[in-house]
C-alpha cells in the first residue's frame, strides 16, 4: 500500500490514484513490486530535523528514503521536504509539480536499487528518473 502524509506542513495536490498507479509501474520495470511505501511530506525544519536524529548529516535536502524492502518487494519511508522541492524547481526553472514528481521517483528508485552517490551514479539516476517521469505522462 502507498500511503501519503504529512507533518508540520500541508499535502500537495497530487493525482494519488494516477501517481500509485505511475509507482507501481516504475517499480515493475525493475522487477519490484510494491509493499508498504508511506511518503511523509514535511518543511525543511522537520527534514534537517529527521536528517540530524537518523543520519547525523546536518543539512537540508529533498528526500530521506528509508529502505525496509525485502527481495523483491519495495517498502520504506520517504520523508520530502516540499520547502526544498519548491526551491530547487525555482532554481532549476522547472515547474514544481515536475520537481515533485521527480523527487517522488527518486525515493522510489533508490528502493528499486539505484544509488546516486558514487561516480557515475547520479547520471544513472537522472537517466531513471527523466524515464520515468516520461512513463508517469502515460499515467495521467
Known sequence: MISYQSIDIAIPKLKRRDTTR???????????K??????IFVSDDKILEVNRQYLQHDYYTDIITFDDSEGDVISGDLFISLDTVRSNSEQQGTAYEEELHRVIIHGILHLCGLNDKGPGEREIMETAENKALKLMNLHQ
Open 34 to 39: 510494491v509493499g508498504d511505501v508511506a511518503y
Open 22 to 32: 505511475w509507482i507501481r509501474s516504475v517499480a515493475a520495470t525493475y522487477g519490484k
